[in-house]
């Protein structure tokens, strides 16, 4: 066989399926020479993940990116496998791509050593993995977050937390970023074949001809042609070696020397020699720049054919071997004639049964005779498809996803031959989606439908029911305590609780009926086809029955009530807005009413609710217009007569609806958040005014604010205080704060330094309607409080009732004990100030003494107190 009929016969079928293979394939192949370094890059999934063979090429791994960090190991352990000669798989690292964006992409490889055992880099395969790592993360994260939010409502606490899970779950380090770009000269070379693999050794046997260095190189290999010896330039090689033909290229000089090709012994050509430097210097690197002659021409072609040849070869052995996708080919019929890769290995499919069959011989789940009838359609027009996704059941009965990709197959002469592509098992992607789908309208604590998922429900129930005219409820639930409980016991207390109350909800419905929950402690039900609000009523009895019933937490047994509001439909509303809107609405009207109650949804309820939101809003606005003011109620020291201070009371002048009551706005203050900036007024107010009646001639009077839990609970309250104080230039002993039991015994860590910042300004601190909380003598001993205030509900039936006056005695006594004044609220008889004398009481407060009183009214009160004396 000549040369010329050897090399027609170079374009193989191992060829041809190999382009093909890397064409459709979603991985892409890589080669890499001796020392790690990119030879070959290619594939179509390199264009997928947005990868440019072309800046890699001459790079190693570990070189393509400076931020790149493993997630399997590390770069070192990595490099020392690729130094063992060792195969990997799965080797999966970090990358930053364009924009700061993070790429993660997944390689496999295995070593090659030629015939004679020599190591020569490395051959694989790699592909983009950033979805499915992406989207573990993303599950992680979400599920992390979806806990940290419906369990605390510390938002700062919560950023904190949530920041920390994202930056250890995508190995984020919380500080400045920074990133450099660093150009490099990239070597990008397309060398057909080795010096190693020509015999170059038996025509270095000739003898040496030296030219001087003024000659061409064409002169080179004239000469050479002409004395069918080797050529060197003079004074820059000075001996025949390669290593000095490096040098010569160092200097400058293109051409190092040339020799001839002979056959028997007539020169047929001759080659031209030099060596380059690329990108670290190599003297033993040479490479082939030119040829003359035809002979010649002909022969280096077919090596480089064969060459070719035996790459593609080993390439597509690699691939098929490597990859987890396989080839098949179909013949002119559909039928298919062959398939080969990882189909049984990897998706647990035989092979041998698919052979002389149509695709759509074999049952497909997923497909109907209408979606094989379209595919077929597109394979007799000859079309190229992807990703055709098939359901089908394995060698072990097992459901499998597969994702099949293909295109036409046509001849020299453009005769349709048939179709080739690849398959590939999908099944993990696909559990992994439905697992998204399912996380994205489910509840990631309870399992519950979330309220994406319940509002498609609801519309569906709406419009099932006004085709068939029928009726339907809504109940919104809301946990009583349940805060109480959670930042008791702590959040995985407050989980169980969230998953032990989804449970008793969905048990005690009918199957019919939907149970979804909609964030923190708020649930909502849909009653299917209900005739009569009793038997709606009926089931929220059932409600609160079951959610009342005793609840084990980390071995203590709690009790949580519920408060249900109630919507049907059509009557109360007829769209999904209005439905749950109203349904809401009477939720609150039942916590409102006493909790651990329900309430259905009327047009009483919706216009005390828009009188509430209209409050609200005028509330917003109230301290900018200046529409609060303070009176001021004076006590009385029961040994001495004298008036020894007063307390700050807040009252609210509406322009419309004139002097709104204190209980009326002051909860609606406290819910929405409002009582922290009215809180500062009143402080900042009545710090001046006692500054004011002490520049009018007044004696020091110690000056009582009431504050609210959230003031409490607000961590600027001593930047606050101070702000008053400074601002008024009122002495802080004169300021005293009031606060309730309940306030710092719920958190008495926090409670206990933030009183001792307080006390350490010099304000004095009272616990306010002492004796209606649960603190103990013990509890009380732990805070620097200075007042006991009793409270009005012990005083009123003073001295008629027995019991009243035991109480009142016992919290005097235990005030003496910890050496506190006493303080007696809601005093209006001169029976009861005598009964409070008796038993050694400190003050007194109330309407016998003083009512509240216009701060332009205290100073005539003032003087008339004093003459009466």
Known sequence: MTASEDQSLAPSLAEEKLAGLVELLSDWYWEQDEEFRFTVMTGKGLQNAHIDPRLLMGTRRWDGNRTAVSLDGSWERHRAMLEAHQPFTNFIYKTIRAKDRAQYLSTSGEPIFDAGGRFRGYRGIGKDVTQQVQLEMRRTIEHAVTRILASSEDVAGCMSRIIQVICETLGWTCGAHWRVDEARDMLCCAESWSVASFPIEEFLQAGRHEVRVDKTPAGLIRAAWATGEPVWLRDVVQEPTFRRAATAAKAGLHSAFAFPIRRGTKVIGVMEMFSRDIHRPDPDLLVCVGYVGDQISQFLQ????????????????????????????????????????????????????????????????????????????????????????????????????????????????????????????????????????????????????????????????????????????????????????????????????????????????????????????????????????????????????????????????????????????????????????????????????????????????????????????????????????????????????????????????????????????????????????????????????????????????????????????????????ADALAQSGMDPTLLELELTESMVIQHPDRASRLLATIKSMGVRLAIDDFGTGYSSLAQLKRFPIDTLKVDRSFIRDIPGDAEDKAITKAIIAMGKTLSLTVVAEGVETEEQVEFLRSHACDEIQGFHFSKPIAPESFAEFWRQHRQSR
Request: with cysteine; glycine share 6%; aromatic share 8%.
């Open 302 to 721: 077919l090596v480089q054919a064969r060459r070719q040849l035996r790459q593609s070869e080993e390439r597509y052995r690699s691939l098929t071997e490597l990859s987890s996708d396989w080839l098949w080919e179909q013949d002119a019929d559909f039928r298919t004639t062959f398939i080969d890769g990882a189909m049984k290995e990897k998706a647990g499919l035989d092979p041998e049964a698919r052979m002389g069959k149509f695709r759509w011989d074999l049952p497909a789940l997923n497909m109907t005779q209408e979606d094989w009838a379209r595919h077929r359609m597109q394979l007799e027009q000859h079309e190229p498809f992807h990703e055709l996704e098939l359901q089908l059941r394995d060698l072990d009965g097992n459901e499998r996803w597969i994702s099949i990709s293909g295109r036409p197959v046509f001849d020299a002469q453009g005769r349709f031959c048939g179709y080739r592509g690849i398959g590939k098992d999908i099944s993990a992607r696909k559990v992994t989606e439905e697992r998204i789908q399912y996380l994205a309208t489910h509840d990631g604590l309870t399992g519950l439908p979330n309220r994406a998922l319940f509002n498609k429900i609801l519309q569906l129930a709406i419009n099932t029911s006004r085709r068939y005219k029928r009726k339907f409820a809504v109940l919104f639930i809301d946990l009583d305590r349940f805060k109480l409980i959670n930042d008791t016991l702590g959040h995985d207390a407050g989980d169980l609780l969230l998953t032990t109350m989804s449970t008793r909800l969905t048990e005690c419905l009918r199957t019919s009926d939907v149970v979804a929950r909609l964030g923190g402690d708020e649930f909502v039900v849909l009653l299917q086809e209900v005739d009569e609000e009793r038997d709606v009523a009926a089931v929220a009895d059932k409600i609160l029955s079951v959610v009342m019933k005793p609840v084990v937490l980390h071995g203590q047994e709690c009790r949580v009530t519920t408060s249900i509001g109630i919507c049907m439909f059509p009557s109360h509303a007829q769209d999904e807005q209005s439905l749950m809107k109203n349904a809401d609405v009477a939720m609150y009207r039942a916590k409102d009413e006493g909790k651990n109650n329900y309430r259905f949804y009327s047009e009483d309820i919706r216009s005390q609710s828009l009188e509430r939101l209209a409050l609200e809003s005028s509330l917003r606005h109230a301290v900018e217009r200046q529409e609060f003011f303070l009176l001021y109620q004076a006590k009385l020291d029961l040994k001495t007569g004298m008036i020894t201070g007063v307390e700050a009371l807040l009252r609210w002048n509406h322009p419309e609806l004139g002097i709104v009551p204190p209980l009326q706005f002051i909860p609606l203050a406290e819910e929405t958040g409002l009582i922290i900036p009215i809180g500062r007024w009143v402080m900042a107010e009545a710090c001046r005014q006692n500054v004011a009646w002490q520049k009018q001639g007044f004696p020091p009077l110690c000056m009582a604010i009431n504050l609210s839990g959230c003031q409490f609970a607000d961590d600027s309250l001593p930047d606050s205080i």
